[in-house]
């Protein structure tokens, strides 16, 4: 039996039927939704990260399996194990984890998914590389690829490198999807904790174009009178 079978046989024991069916609705999993036919167990978050630290040496080829189902479970797991792997691993096995990651990005298909793997294997890869691939993301036509492209910035946020987040930022500026809105002003809002005045400076050329959302989620951290001078565009 393959060894893909002992992680679903294990997540499958942990099913919630009634936390499935909150999940099903949270991720907005009905017709027509973002999150359309993804199917949910009903699993938290800490079983997972267990059996994925009990399948760490999973192989990639294994891990593309999990991917390919349509249960989310399986996916999350699958990520998780593949992060486990891209931290303990040399230079050209992180390649190689990168390179399954953005093969198997179709099925990275829900914002949780993208928001826990897209920093940590996406973006810890490019910080010392070039980063084009980010701004092919960021105009694909898949919501999924657009929000990689931006939640991948906090790999570098985090050392203070701020230029490819507020480049994304622009390019993403007008997106007319709601996830991309969230996405970019907690981005903004992330830059905005290390430096104030980079966030200021995009948000004083942009907020009287930026989308409602966007601008609210960026300045959430900002006191009453500050918020209500962006607010009142």
Known sequence: ???TEDVKKE????ENKKLKELLQGYFKTGKGEYGEGDIFLGIKIGPQREIAGRYKDLSLKDI??????RIHEYRLTAL????????KIDENGKKKV???????????????LVDLSAPKIVGSFLVDKDRKILYDLA???NVWDRRISIISTFAFIRSYDFKDAVSLAEVLLKDEHDLIHKAVGWVLREIGKKD?????????????????T??????????????KFYMQK
Do not use: V
């Open 1 to 3: 039996m393959p060894i």
């Open 11 to 14: 997540l499958k024991k942990l």
């Open 64 to 69: 593309e399996g999990l991917l390919d189902s």
């Open 80 to 87: 998780l194990i593949l992060i486990n792997k891209y931290n």
């Open 98 to 112: 990168f390179e399954t990651y953005m093969k198997k990005r179709d099925r990275i298909n829900n914002w949780d």
């Open 139 to 141: 105009k694909s036509e």
């Open 196 to 212: 104030l005045n980079i966030e200021e400076e995009f948000l004083k050329k942009h907020y009287k174009e930026m989308p409602r």
């Open 214 to 227: 966007m601008l609210r989620y960026s300045i959430e951290r900002f006191d009453n009178k500050k918020k």
